[in-house]
């Protein structure tokens, strides 16, 4: 029963001249934006690479100098764009891609991929992702907004009831039908992205391939939930104009209104401090520490009473090491510290936002698909904060090795006249930002995927349910 | 008369148009609302930067004699914010993409101020719902739900015979979408006055031509249901229609200027500058000190009445470094900026193509939440730093006697909002649609336009 109502309504759906006029348009679409994201995506990282290498040669071509100032010369590091990122853009247009790593301070990443803002997209950004998850529905609510209350309004409804159709049978057969052009649109643009990967010259691409598994998975999923969505509303409307109507202000309420309200409600419940007065509080922080480049800071007495008691000697003047590099060192860890302390707290409040967007999603099926989607394609939040993380890691390594340097190799008298051969430092690993494989996405987005599981099996189930009651054939 | 008032009773009656105007009402004073909500936390944020300002000068200036005006130069931030006008809690904008707040201190300038906000960056592409957001994208929907099947649904419904027998459809048609017209701009009108009293904004003469640009954009939306009414297409098509135009108009045409200025940033100036900046300052110190101070003065000779540097550090030697730092990236911060105002002007081509990105980019412009308001900032934060410098070089270079107390003179910033221009300019373009949409209905052929009585479309 189903299989024939499902191959009527393919056939039905056939005849549709919208739907020949509507999806060579999407396809078109699809396939510019994917092939304009493509050449950008691999022309800035290409740019970026060059520009790492520079930046890396330049470390290297370093005179003889002091530690400290190769400490403050400082390096780039660079944030590799995940390479599905021509797909689900996420954050990318949004956030920097360089860092500048320097002693004593810990700079914000700028350098954002494009000079042009995003913002005037006010009804999504315009990437693959969001034509399949904003345009895609509505171009299946404009083809089977009538399925059902077509029947319903020409009176064949009627006539389906002694043929011994189930209204169970009847939405499910239909939703089938607009999943299956779901299905094969969707197998179309994953079958491009994958010769993108093939061709490309990317050092894992076992890794985006299993990714891009992953989110025909997620897409043909999200797809199912409209395809089901639409197909109920259409049974629950009475005439054709009222269920394209209620559709599109479905559509607009789930993936218009929820999604833009959502911000304004996180920043309210739990705020996001601006970068300055983030700053302020790490400087209120660091005023009770002292300051690291003055050694006679009486903060500082203490750290400097137990550094003479390691050594077992009376006076700094006597220590076989550099007091001043010492330091330096502490002064770098307690700076750092205080950083991470305080910017844990920023990604905590990050962190809670990122719930009540997860609550949302539980009425909205796009706020969780892109959610999703973001994490798959590699530009979701977690894999910035993971190369921030990363960058400092290493920026605290570059510096406390540097700092080692100058409290065992620079002599406390004349300190600052002193100059270190320059192999010392080309002998420090350079930076190299490692993009998380799809293994390592975070527990967090086993919980999403598991609402969206709920979604996938409540949704129908309770329209197939409660829809799907015997049909009145007198009512229709 | 009487068949205005009896048309607005039709519309009132219907329950959806009810509810309809109802979430209208209601999501345009939250987004209102909101959008005052958000300017508010901005302002505690900066009373609490500048009472931290505050604090350290007072803080430094109890230090008395004992303060070196080099150190106080080298630590103090003086807070520097892009302080919104009251239009901003209306029209949000980019406003979110970028530090509003920043502190900037004696250092090079270039290194200061491209830094990025501290945001959750994963609700950044969600955009914002403000009230400019309601009346740009969503009230072109509220036009098209209630008035697009206005004819179409009287014949539909069996209706129409009787209604063509006492007045024709023109003056049908006119009269209901007169009604529904003035129904409309009249609550908008309203809600404008309203949200614009939440945010603080003042009724000058900017307001009434924001007032004037609202009306005219709502005047499109009805010129384009005019038009789908007149080809007589049904009232499923007529919604698919208008659907349609709302989305091209909204999310085509963005995106397709979005798309047609996406190139990466050159970034060999952008990185160039941020590593240049850093690496002449640092190699700085390796360098000759007194010939790198004797080149500065011959750039700055208003500085070069100073006595001759002496041992291995001078102040006046280091914030000449840091100024060297920025002259020698001037030709590539002034790239930057070049191609910033380029972008911004090259997309003003794209306002033809859609009313929707039309009003989006005056509302932005009018609000100054757009970027070329951004780097309007930035200038200003450039020209403030010089006045900053010649407010400290005399300390370092004309051996000023120091008195911690003329601190309280330091140059505060204060950012100038530009007269805001090109709203006329915006009325002239959608009203230059409107007389197309007008003539284009005009020409429809005649007999397309005669409404037929029978009641059902063909399919």
Request: net charge neutral; proline share 4%.
């Amino acid at each position: 029963m189903v299989g024939v109502i499902f191959k009527h309504e393919v056939r039905m759906l056939l005849r549709k001249r919208l739907l020949w006029w509507l999806l060579p348009m999407v396809v078109m679409l699809t396939l510019l934006v994917s092939i304009v994201h493509w050449q950008q995506q691999e022309s800035f990282r290409q740019t970026q690479s060059h520009w790492q290498q520079v930046n890396n040669e330049l470390w290297q071509a370093q005179p003889d100098r002091h530690p400290h100032r190769v400490a403050h010369y400082g390096s780039l590091a660079f944030r590799q764009a995940s390479p599905l990122s021509f797909l689900d853009a996420g954050i990318n247009p949004y956030t920097g891609n360089a860092l500048f790593l320097e002693a004593h301070k810990q700079n914000s990443a700028g350098l954002q991929q494009f000079s042009i803002s995003a913002g005037h997209m006010a009804l999504g950004y315009l990437s693959v992702a969001t034509v399949v998850l904003v345009l895609w529905p509505l171009l299946l609510i404009a083809l089977g907004f009538s399925s059902v209350s077509d029947e319903r309004e020409s009176g064949r409804l009627r006539f389906l009831v002694p043929l011994g159709v189930n209204a169970r049978s009847l939405l499910a057969g239909k939703s089938l039908a607009y999943l299956a052009l779901s299905v094969l649109f969707l197998v179309a643009l994953f079958a491009l992205a994958l010769g993108f990967v093939v061709m490309s010259d990317w050092p894992d691409r076992s890794d985006a391939a299993l990714r891009l598994l992953l989110m025909f998975v997620l897409y043909t999923a999200y797809c199912a939930v409209w395809s089901v969505l639409i197909v109920g509303l259409s049974r629950w409307a009475r005439t054709n104009t009222q269920s394209l109507i209620s559709l599109v202000l479905l559509w607009l309420a789930l993936i218009v209104l929820i999604p833009k309200g959502l911000p304004w409600v996180a920043q309210q419940l739990y705020p996001v401090p601006d970068r300055a007065s983030f700053e302020i509080r790490l400087d209120k922080m660091l005023a009770q520490v002292g300051d690291a480049h003055d050694p006679a800071d009486p903060h500082f007495s203490a750290f400097r009473e137990q550094v003479l008691s390691r050594y077992g000697v009376k006076r700094i003047e006597d220590l076989p090491v550099n007091w001043n590099g010492l330091v330096m060192a502490e002064g770098e860890r307690i700076t750092s510290e205080v950083f991470q302390t305080h910017y844990a707290e920023v990604q905590t409040v990050a962190a809670r936002q990122e719930r009540l967007r997860k609550m949302a999603a539980v009425v909205s099926p796009y706020l969780l698909a892109s959610h999703l989607s973001q994490v798959l394609s590699g530009s979701d939040l977690h894999s910035f904060y993971r190369f921030e993380q990363q960058a400092e890691d290493y920026r605290y390594q570059l510096i406390q090795t540097l700092n080692q340097l100058h409290t065992d190799t620079i002599a406390r008298d004349s300190d600052r006249e002193q100059r270190l051969a320059h192999r010392h430092w080309q002998e420090i690993p350079l930076f190299h930002h490692q993009p998380e494989s799809w293994r390592q996405v975070s527990s967090e987005t086993y919980a999403w995927a598991a609402a969206g599981l709920l979604w996938l099996w409540l949704l129908p189930a309770l329209v197939l349910g409660w829809l799907g009651r015997r049909v009145n054939p007198c009512a229709g | 008369m009487r068949g205005l008032i009896f048309e607005f009773k039709l519309l009132w009656r219907s329950v959806m148009a009810r509810w309809l105007l109802l979430a209208y009402i209601v999501i345009t004073l939250l987004a209102a609302g909101f959008g005052s909500q958000r300017l508010h936390q901005e302002e505690v944020a900066r009373q609490q930067v500048q009472a931290h300002f505050n604090e350290q000068l007072r803080h430094w200036q109890a230090r008395g004699e004992d303060v070196s005006p080099g150190y106080m130069a080298y630590y103090l931030k003086v807070p520097a914010a892009f302080s919104p006008s009251p239009w901003v809690g209306l029209v949000r904008g980019e406003r979110d993409e970028r530090p509003t707040q920043l502190r900037v201190g004696l250092l090079a300038v270039q290194g200061q101020i491209y830094e990025g906000e501290l945001t959750n960056h994963s609700l950044l592409p969600l955009g914002v719902l403000d009230a400019a957001f309601v009346w740009i994208y969503l009230l072109p929907l509220l036009v098209g739900v209630l008035c697009v099947n206005c004819l179409a649904g009287e014949r539909e419904s069996g209706r129409w015979p009787m209604l063509a027998s006492q007045v024709s459809a023109a003056r049908l048609l006119c009269g209901r979408l007169g009604v529904h017209f003035a129904l409309l701009l009249l609550l908008s009108m309203l809600l404008f006055v309203v949200a614009s009293a939440i945010s603080g904004v003042a009724f000058d003469g900017l307001w009434l031509k924001v007032l004037g640009l609202l009306c005219i954009y709502q005047l499109f939306w009805y010129a384009v249901v005019t038009a789908i009414v007149v080809m007589q297409l049904g009232s499923l098509k007529n919604t698919l229609a208008y659907v349609g135009i709302w989305l091209t108009l909204g999310f085509l045409v963005p995106g397709m200027a979005y798309l047609s200025q996406m190139e990466p940033q050159d970034l060999n100036n952008d990185i160039g500058l941020m590593v240049k900046q850093r690496q002449t300052m640092n190699d700085s110190w390796d360098r000759d000190k007194a010939a790198d101070l004797q080149a500065f003065l011959q750039s700055y000779p208003e500085w070069s009445d100073t006595s001759p540097m002496e041992g291995r550090f001078d102040w006046k030697w280091y914030y000449a470094m840091q100024q060297q730092s920025d002259a020698v990236v001037a030709e590539l911060a002034g790239n930057y900026r070049q191609r910033r105002v380029q972008l911004a002007d090259e997309v003003q081509v794209w306002r033809w193509w859609s009313p929707m990105l039309n009003l989006q980019f005056a509302l932005r412009a009018v609000a100054q939440t757009d970027a070329a308001a951004h780097q309007g900032y930035l200038d200003q934060l450039v020209s403030w730093h010089n006045e900053m410098r010649a407010f400290w070089y005399p300390y370092f270079f004309l051996d000023k006697p120091f008195e911690v107390g003329a601190t309280s003179d330091l140059p505060a910033f204060d950012y100038q909002h530009p007269v805001s221009a090109g709203i006329a300019k915006t009325i002239q373009q959608i009203s230059l649609l409107i007389v197309l949409l007008v003539v284009c209905t005009g020409l429809v052929p005649a007999r397309r336009r005669m409404v037929p009585v029978r009641s059902r479309p063909l399919a």
